[in-house]
């Protein structure tokens, strides 16, 4: 029997493990594509666009939009998993065998545990570092007009400087806040005067100061000026830029402690960072709820009737998981929860509904 068991469950997990292996790449083909389209749309006006590079870009782009909808990806092949077990009947040769649910479910707990466990270590580094590849392709693709396209700002920073205090607003940033794109600066003396306001295509930090690229400076009083490079005098250092101009998804994980412990030595607010950091953590304990809540909407047998209904269910718990997961995000960003409550109030909430539905599905 113990050997039944071991057989049975490698069977179930390989199964497992191919039906979100399908789901994931099917999707990752579909967002590729889709992206592609919308790449060469967008550049459809540049002459001579190169479609290599328009696929680079959409190919670098694809992996972190897919880190988001990994959830859904172990959730739709749970479910895919275990209907396809229930219509050939096999659930219900091996129930006959004495096997019940929660051995049914354990090896794709595991794995989807374990898939946590790579995602978080190992494939949200890599799509941090693809992202900030495919910034850098696109900036090739479109020019002047990738800091409109790539943007995901406005971001917003502050500086001070023996000259005075500025304020910095830019469209985007790449390579972790050290380029940004459509910037402007606001420049005041040390008694708080407006002096000048610096508007460039592009800004580039280097040792003390900001290089910056088609820049054009107004003075009160002056006509304004245009330079092809100009030079601002900063006390930002790169560690400090990434504080306020990277945004939490594109930091890798093995890099959010360091930028955590920068935030608090620096006094700024490292919110977002903690509660990106927390839920990588719980990545793999929201992927095995996954299994839970999708298994509990997938065991029903065939004959029974009702699965459209019991399909449809899985797909708006996991829906309405996905709602609750932005609302505690948008209310860490806003300080009004704790970035841990925030991070493992989804996973405690789509786990114990699984738990709770299939205790009451198999025990009573």
Same mark, same amino acid.
Not at 145 to 154: F, I, T, V, Y
């Given at each position: ?11 179930? #997990? ?28 967008? !550049? ?32 739709? #092949? ?52 693809? $992202? ?6 696109? +900036? ?17 920073? =502050? ?12 469209? +985007? =940033? ?6 940004? +794109? ?17 508007? !460039?295509?592009?800004?580039?930090? %280097? ?23 100009? %030079? ?7 560690? $400090?830029?990434?504080?306020?101009? !990277? ?23 490292? +919110? ?5 950091? $927390? ?86």
């Amino acid at each position: 029997m113990q050997m039944i068991g071991r057989t049975l469950g490698r069977y179930i #997990g390989l199964r497992f493990l191919s039906a979100v292996s399908l789901v994931f790449a099917g999707i990752f083909v579909l967002v590729a594509l889709v992206d592609y389209i919308e790449t060469m749309r967008r !550049a459809s006006e540049i002459p001579h666009v190169s479609a290599l590079l328009a696929a680079k870009t959409s190919f670098y782009r694809v992996p972190q939009i897919i880190e988001r909808v990994t959830p859904f990806c172990v959730l739709i #092949g749970t479910m895919v998993c275990y209907l396809n077990l229930s219509r050939r009947l096999e659930l219900v040769i091996a129930r006959a065998a004495g096997v019940s649910a929660w051995q049914f479910i354990s090896p794709a707990v595991i794995v989807a545990f374990l898939l946590g466990v790579v995602a978080t270590t190992a494939y949200n580094p890599l799509s941090a570092i693809m $992202q900030e590849q495919s910034k850098r392709y696109e +900036a090739i693709l479109f020019g002047e007009k990738s800091a409109e396209l790539q943007g995901r700002g406005p971001f917003w920073s =502050s500086q001070r400087s023996s000259e005075g205090q500025a304020i910095i607003n830019a469209k +985007a =940033s790449r390579d972790q806040g050290v380029n940004l +794109a459509g910037v402007t600066f606001f420049m005041f003396d040390n008694d708080g005067r407006f002096t000048q306001r610096v508007d !460039a295509r592009s800004a580039t930090l %280097e040792p003390g100061v900001w290089r910056l690229i088609d820049a054009r400076v107004n003075r009160p009083g002056t006509l304004p000026a245009t330079h092809a490079v100009f %030079e601002l005098k900063t006390s930002l250092t790169p560690e $400090q830029a990434r504080e306020s101009f !990277a945004t939490p998804e594109t930091v890798p994980f093995w890099d959010l402690p360091a930028y955590i412990t920068i935030a608090d030595h620096a006094g700024l607010v490292a +919110a977002g960072y903690r509660y990106q950091f $927390q839920k990588l953590i719980a990545q793999p304990f929201l992927l095995a709820a996954m299994v839970f809540l999708a298994a509990s909407v997938s065991l029903r047998f065939f004959r029974f009737g009702g699965v459209q209904k019991m399909i449809l269910s899985g797909v708006a718990a996991g829906f309405l998981l996905y709602v609750l997961s932005k609302v505690t995000e948008d209310m860490t960003k806003a300080e009004l929860m704790l970035p841990v409550a925030a991070a493992w109030l989804p996973v405690l909430a789509g786990g114990l509904t699984g738990f709770i539905a299939l205790l009451y599905q198999e025990d009573g």
